[in-house]
T-cell receptor, first 111, second 115 residues
Framework: GQNIDQPTEMTATEGAIVQINCTYQ??????LFWYQQHAGEAPTFLSY????GLEEKGRFSSFLSRSKGYSYLLLKELQMKDSASYLC????????????FGTGTKLQVIP | DAGVIQSPRHEVTEMGQEVTLRCKPI?????LFWYRQTMMRGLELLIY????????DSGMPEDRFSAKMPNASFSTLKIQPSEPRDSAVYFC?????????????FGPGTRLTVT
């Protein structure tokens, strides 16, 4: 089975940096990804990590440590529009690549 | 390009009624997913189709739920009979191939309320 843990809520200030952590336990691992979901909207794909290390995409970066079962999403130069839920999800290995989502971290950016 | 299309966007029904949700995946995508999202449980995978064949339906709550994919461009999720605890947002998502399941494109969702 798989278990994914993220903080439920976070608050950060516009212009600042925020790190959203995700820990996971899985019987087989084949990658971790992050989705962004604004209130009332569908999730949209942000990033995918399959190897250890940091992946950078503009203001967003995602880090993975497979040995620690740990990932984080780093958001720099926060903007008000970054207020959203951020979902961590794990792809398992095996017969088919099953995706399991965490419950998400609701980020509120304040002025 | 059209994304994933879902209908209806909102559905309000009474307990015991049948509900049918519809999804049209992105053309050319061969993997399709149905999810249910609630505040308490987050985003839960209900069923996954690959090339129109159900691969994993372990997330389907019980016999009241059924899903079909008669062709590559259409899928349905049916709840019969519906219950108040089925109230949630139901998302359909598609991905280009079974090897890229991390790259899922979600539809706008159907918000279901069962009274």
């Amino acid at each position: 089975g798989q278990n994914i843990d993220q903080p439920t809520e976070m608050t950060a200030t516009e212009g600042a940096i925020v790190q959203i952590n995700c820990t996971y336990q899985t019987s087989g691992f084949n990658g971790l990804f992050w989705y962004q979901q604004h209130a009332g909207e569908a999730p949209t794909f942000l990033s995918y990590n399959v190897l250890d290390g940091l992946e950078e995409k503009g203001r967003f970066s995602s880090f993975l440590s497979r040995s620690k079962g740990y990932s984080y999403l780093l958001l720099k130069e926060l903007q008000m529009k970054d207020s959203a839920s951020y979902l961590c999800a794990v792809v398992n290995s095996g017969g088919y690549q099953k995706v399991t989502f965490g419950t998400g971290t609701k980020l509120q950016v304040i002025p | 390009d059209a994304g994933v299309i879902q209908s209806p966007r909102h559905e309000v029904t009474e307990m015991g009624q049948e509900v049918t949700l519809r999804c049209k995946p992105i053309s050319g995508h061969n993997s399709l997913f149905w999810y249910r999202q609630t505040m308490m449980r987050g985003l839960e995978l209900l069923i996954y189709f690959n090339n129109n064949v159900p691969i994993d339906d372990s997330g389907m709550p019980e016999d009241r739920f059924s899903a079909k994919m008669p062709n590559a461009s259409f899928s349905t999720l049916k709840i019969q009979p519906s219950e108040p605890r089925d109230s949630a947002v139901y998302f359909c998502a598609s991905s280009p191939s079974s090897g890229r399941v991390y790259e899922q494109y979600f539809g706008p969702g159907t918000r279901l309320t069962v009274t």
